[in-house]
Nanobody, 125 residues
Framework: QVQLVESGGGLVQAGGSLRLSCAASGRTFSAYAMGWFRQAPGKERELVAAISGGGSTNYADSVKGRFTISRSNAKNTVYLQMNSLKPEDTAVYYC???????????????????WGQGTQVTVSS
């Protein structure tokens, strides 16, 4: 098990940028697949972006070209750089982790067994 702590959320105008960070506890961070998910009011939790231990990535179609997921195994941290934000990006963003040594990027929330507390992102029009 790892403990995950997100930071970097906030209020931003449409077209602006935010960078979310997720710090993980433990000494084997590179063995974990990581993902960012989001949940808007009245909607189901959905994948935003995911990254394997080796750095392969996958993005939701709605954020391709605007968001970038990356990781620093030295800092036990995964990042989500969000550019050109839109009001429809407003949601609580969750960091997720699961121990997984394969190269496949995990894109389903049910595949993850460690979750952060979430950070609110609000994009005003």
């Amino acid at each position: 098990q790892v403990q995950l702590v997100e930071s970097g959320g906030g209020l931003v105008q449409a077209g602006g940028s935010l960078r979310l960070s997720c710090a993980a506890s433990g000494r084997t961070f590179s063995a974990y697949a990581m993902g960012w998910f989001r949940q808007a009011p009245g909607k189901e939790r959905e994948l935003v972006a995911a990254i394997s231990g080796g750095g392969s990535t996958n993005y939701a179609d709605s954020v391709k070209g605007r968001f970038t997921i990356s990781r620093s195994n030295a800092k036990n941290t995964v990042y989500l750089q969000m550019n050109s934000l839109k009001p429809e990006d407003t949601a609580v963003y969750y960091c997720a982790a699961v121990r997984h040594l394969g190269t496949i990027v995990l894109v389903k929330s049910a595949q993850y067994d460690n979750w952060g507390q979430g950070t609110q992102v609000t994009v005003s029009s």
